[in-house]
């Protein structure tokens, strides 16, 4: 059975630094691994999607890497802003019908 | 938004009365799922489909049905709802070829 980690459980940081969030998974053989961003009371909201034939993907002032052998994957957040405060999951699709399997997520504060 | 409409998104509901939480989509997407969560678990699957009237179990599924009779529309009951249901589900979507998953926001419910 698949199961997903995500370390740090919280996380504070001051404004304009950079930082990494953590995701470890057990089982190697995963089609893809999704990264979602949840505000409090809200849905989640699609941050990167890296396949698992990709190293990395990009978006604006968000990279996530990916290495599948080891069970791994960053999602790097540079000059952090207040407005990035929000919960972060990661999730990884094994098996058939494209099913997800979540960590708890990383509950990230950025203060000012 | 990625089209999709949970309804209701707010229910308080008695235990032991029938409870049918509503996911819709615009998108045409082939597979439909739905997801809880809760404090220290975080998303747990509870059934999916892949098709009209094609659906499966998830890891949590005692005490819920579903149903998809058409293509944009998949339905969560719980037949008899109990505390243990009090949760936030999810319904997401996905197109297929292992692209990206999108989520609605949420229906929060609570039984009393």
Known sequence: KQEVTQIPAALSVPEGENLVLNCSFTDSAIYNLQWFRQDPGKGLTSLLLIQSSQREQTSGRLNASLDKSSGRSTLYIAASQPGDSATYLCAVETGTASKLTFGTGTRLQVTL | ?112
């Open chain 2, 1 to 112: 938004d990625a089209g999709i409409t949970q309804s209701p998104r707010h229910k308080v509901t008695e235990t032991g009365t029938p409870v049918t939480l509503r996911c819709h989509q615009t998108e045409n997407h082939r597979y439909m799922y739905w997801y809880r969560q809760d404090p220290g678990h975080g998303l747990r699957l509870i059934h999916y489909s892949y098709g009209v009237k094609d659906t499966d179990k998830g890891e949590v599924s005692d005490g819920y049905s579903v149903s998809r009779s058409k293509t944009e529309d998949f339905l969560l009951t719980l037949e008899s709802a109990t505390s243990s249901q009090t949760s936030v589900y999810f319904c997401a979507i996905r197109g297929g070829g292992r692209g990206e998953a999108f989520f609605g926001q949420g229906t929060r419910l609570t039984v009393v």
